[in-house]
């Protein structure tokens, strides 16, 4: 029978399979790092209750830090019984330093804080890596809007030829997006940081252990205020879950459009090869994968959103085993979500663009809101203008030309008040330029949303 942390009141073996059910270690591995400092914290902290000696304390840091080195040369050997990582560096520590000192670690700790304090120490600083792929993210959606700044293209709405917009202004739709999500991972982040350690099992810790010792150790921002909630609390998880799915829904609008730009039928972009594959079968085919996968993984992290929201909705308060199943979503969300940062700034970055099939896609008819707005400037009631503007589209129709083609005569048969220089309107730049009001698609409002977004990473 293997050694368990929790064998002294069990007298029958437990089934392999549900050891195998029972075991997180092979998930919550990535943390012994995290492990093992939160324990180096811990028993730093247990010198001032007393518990342990300073040199019992040395001897477990010294222990600690050769459990540390087992892991970070890929040494250490797990042992049958060790179902989480706090069980296997226990035992091992034991195992080096002998289970006299060894034994003393646990005092007054469980898992149960343990275990928040390693997620929480370990979410802390992978938000900071996804923040940092973020910020490129966005620096690299920047970087195309400034280069890019001359070319113009249709806008949609229902995926309709809408109005005439800058290329730079669509990126920039995004990066509005993401850069609220920034903001949002900000504050979760404030909300990771804070330290369950000293929390015990359920009740508190009964050697007047100092946690604002250990949380300054570890680096956190203050300590979770309430034993209970500091074991039985996954929020902190469920709301990362909830922002990388709501990071991750932008990305995969983000890719659906650029899906359809890069089709043959729009040209507006191409993908370098690095991110694209071809087809098994069709040798002419390039397929834009990468954002494809962007827009798919999507689902996949908003399903552990949704899982970890249900697994947690139902059970009592304070910890119970359901919270091991917060690990598996929240390692996997994270690398995914890393990885999709990273994908697409790539593809961005790389990619080729058309200003030539944008320009050929705009037509005429994508100006019949600034031929209504040209009898507006006339004083005509925009009810009126927007009525005349139809007239005229619908006399192209009929004419069988683009409403820039027909005579002023012909404008004129519409209504009197279209002048000598209604002409001047079909002009894509000059209806682009007359959007210059804040949150406009002209040059220089695309260069207030520019300026606005480089001050995040100023
Ligand atoms: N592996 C467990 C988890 O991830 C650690 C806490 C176990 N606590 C307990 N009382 N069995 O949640």
Redesign the pocket.
Known sequence: QPIRLWGGRFTGATDPLMDQYNE?LSV?RVFYAQDIKGSIAYARANVKTGILTQEEFETIERGLGEVLQEWEEGKFAPAPGD??I?TANERRLGEIIGTNIAGKLHTGR???D??ATDMRTWLRDELNLIEEYLVDFLKAIAQRAEQDIDYIMPSYTHLQRAQPIRWSHWLLSYATAFKNDLERLQFTKKNVNKLPLGCG?VAGNAFGIDREQMAKELGFEGLIMNSMSAVGDRDFVVEVLQCAATISSHLSRWSEDLIIYSSLEFGYVKLADAYTTGSSLMPQKKNSDSLELLRGKSGRIFGAMAGLMMTIKGIPST?N?D??ES?QPMLDTVKTLKDSLQIAARSLATATVYPDRMRAALSPDMLATDLAEYLVRKGVPFRETHHLAGRIVALGEDEKKGINELTIKQFKSVDKRFGDDVLSVFDYERSVELKSTTGGTSRSAVLEQLEALKKTWA
């Open positions: 997180s919550d179902e989480d706090h469980s898992r149960n343990q275990v099992a910890y085993k919270l091991q690990l």
